[in-house]
């Protein structure tokens, strides 16, 4: 499973990635705004993790393209609060996270 990472924190993203690659057996990709996170969604991805709040913009972009591709995705971020109601639906993972909740919502994708 290729998984897309959203996220404009190193160490979280690489967090994010480790949790991944041990339980998931995930190739992971990793991008820090929203231009890179299309370009992943362009080449093919079949789940992400978005950080809704990148430093100055948000994911919004990237959710609403994997969205209308039909991908799923989940929203992991301190952010949720900013999330457009019509993607409230979108699964959603408050940070901090727990390791637990990161394996959950991958396997059910």
Do not use: Y
Not at 8 to 35: G, T, Y
């Amino acid at each position: 499973m290729r998984i897309l990472i959203v996220e404009d924190e190193p160490l979280i993203a690489m967090d994010l990635e480790d949790i991944l690659q041990e339980n998931a057996n995930a190739d992971c990709v990793w991008a820090r705004d929203v231009a890179s996170g299309l370009l992943h969604v362009a080449q093919g991805v079949d789940f992400a993790l978005l950080d809704f709040d990148l430093g100055g913009q948000t994911s919004l972009p990237v959710a609403l393209r994997l969205q209308a591709q039909s991908i799923p995705f989940c929203f992991v971020s301190g952010s949720l609060s900013d999330v457009p109601p019509s993607l409230r639906r979108i699964p959603s993972i408050s940070k901090p996270f727990r390791p637990a909740d990161i394996r959950r919502i991958v396997a059910a994708a």
